[in-house]
């Protein structure tokens, strides 16, 4: 199954009130569609668990899987805009 817009709008409908907390590269505090989104390892411990409590997001447990090593291995990570 390919992703397409309507996956991503899905997908940004769900998650965007966790993930608009990124630090992005003009200083500022939120989430970019189209830019670079870092999140730190203390925001990163925050989404996987405000992801763990919503049982309702889709594709959920890929989202937490995909987190796992970012906690246990690295200092947070990137989403990537288009």
Do not use: H
């Not at 830019?35 to 411990?45: A, D, H, P, S, V």
């Not at 997001?57 to 899987?65: G, K, T």
């Amino acid at each position: 199954m390919e992703v397409g817009y309507y996956d991503d709008e899905i997908f940004l409908k769900s998650y965007f009130d966790i993930l608009n907390c990124a630090y992005l590269p003009n200083g500022e505090i939120g989430f970019d569609c189209f830019g670079m989104n870092y999140y730190t390892l203390e925001q990163t411990k925050q989404i996987y668990e405000k992801v763990k409590e919503n049982k309702k997001l889709p594709d959920r447990e890929v989202l937490l899987e995909w987190l796992k090593p970012d906690i246990e291995k690295y200092n947070g990570f990137y989403i990537l805009g288009a």
